[in-house]
């Protein structure tokens, strides 16, 4: 094979790893749509679950409060009796005493049992906006992950396809400059560069005369020396051509 056979071969290979990293950018991107709205769903489930927990456990203490006021009423009821049965001032005294602590404690759990209300509708609140959010996101998925499921397949289909076509071109190169040329596309992102006049048409630079002429001649893969890439030269196309 002569190097102007290798240069061809070289062509036809980078216009299809272009191909075949444009595939691969479609596919990560239907990939990544579908991770992204099933890992906001799992987010709305932790939240709606976490929303749950505390209404439960918020509701548990509540019921706990309250049955300590009953119990206290309860207790005011009896010190409200000792009060009326004083026999002096002392005992008046210290039922009173009585009576002012059971009703402080009293209002402070009323108070507690507010604030817990206050809460518990705010969870109710945040649990059903991110309930409402999630039937959104389902019927999002729904109509959405069918199809991307499809294009994904389709696209991994391309890909293969293309795949088998690399396969196939690379038997044609020498091992040597198939692996320059797979070290430099790593990289560089592609690894040829084609000249028309002397300029490096990758990077824009102006290839010593010297070495032009070398490519000139089609002797040897050159390389760019300003961003290595495979050299190799193309007359340019005619005015009327373009
Ligand atoms: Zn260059």
């Given amino acids: 094979m002569s190097i102007r056979e290798h240069i061809a071969c070289l ?6 790893d272009q191909e075949i990293r444009v595939i691969e950018e479609t596919l990560a991107q239907e990939r990544g ?11 709305l489930d932790a939240s709606i679950a976490a929303d749950a927990a ?3 456990e918020m509701a548990k203490t ?3 409060l309250s049955l ?10 009896r010190s409200r009796e000792k009060l009326s049965r004083a026999r002096n001032e002392r005992e008046q005294n210290a ?17 507690e049992i ?17 309930e409402a959010a999630r039937t959104d996101l389902l019927g999002k998925l729904a109509s959405s992950e069918g ?20 396969k196939v071109l690379i038997k044609s190169l020498p091992r040597n400059i198939l692996s320059r040329y797979d070290m430099i596309r790593q990289r560089r992102g592609t690894a040829l560069a084609l000249t028309h006049d002397g300029t490096c048409l990758a990077c824009h630079m102006q290839v010593p005369p010297q070495l032009f002429q070398k490519v000139l001649r089609n002797e040897a893969l050159e390389t760019c020396p300003s961003c290595q890439r495979i050299l190799y030269y193309k007359p340019a196309p005619k005015a009327d051509e373009t």
Avoid: P
């Fill in 95 to 111: 039922a009173t005493r009585e009576l002012e602590e059971l009703r402080r404690i009293q209002k402070d759990r009323e108070e």
């Fill in 54 to 56: 505390s209404i439960a």
């Fill in 114 to 130: 507010g604030k817990l209300q206050v809460l518990e509708t705010q969870a109710a609140k945040s649990r059903e906006d991110a």
């Fill in 62 to 64: 509540r019921g706990e």
């Fill in 33 to 43: 749509t579908l991770t992204e709205l099933k890992k906001e769903l799992e987010r």
């Fill in 147 to 166: 199809q991307t499921t499809s294009r994904i397949v389709e696209v991994e289909g391309q890909l293969a396809k293309k795949l088998e076509a690399r």
């Fill in 11 to 16: 062509e036809e290979l980078s216009a299809l």
């Fill in 68 to 77: 300590e006021v009953r119990q206290l009423s309860a207790q005011v009821e």
